[in-house]
């Protein structure tokens, strides 16, 4: 099983909603088994994204696209959209 998570930053600071479902996807992993991966949009600060490296997930994957600064619904749906379409979700 994998928990993928999307971690919202806003202000350069992690959204609180963002970090509680990856203390659920956490607990998760630790019962049922599994991998916890984070998908958080560029830009981010290295400080940051070592941050979220530190809180035990698997994996952490940057979504890299121009568009998502700055933030709109639209361009941020579409980068998780095509992720999904992939077929790696």
Not at 18 to 38: P, Q, T
Not at 61 to 81: I, R
Request: a negative charge; hydrophobic letters at 45%; zero cysteines.
């Amino acid at each position: 099983m994998r928990y993928r998570i999307y971690i919202e930053v806003f202000g350069g600071s992690f959204k609180g909603a963002s970090l509680e479902a990856l203390g659920a996807a956490l607990l998760l992993r630790e019962k049922a088994g599994g991998e916890v991966e984070l998908l958080v949009p560029e830009p981010l600060e290295s400080e940051a994204l070592e941050e979220l490296r530190n809180y035990g997930a698997d994996r952490v994957l940057v979504l890299k696209n121009p568009g998502l600064s700055p933030y709109t619904v639209e361009a941020h749906a579409e980068a998780l959209s095509s992720l999904i379409e992939d077929g790696d979700f």
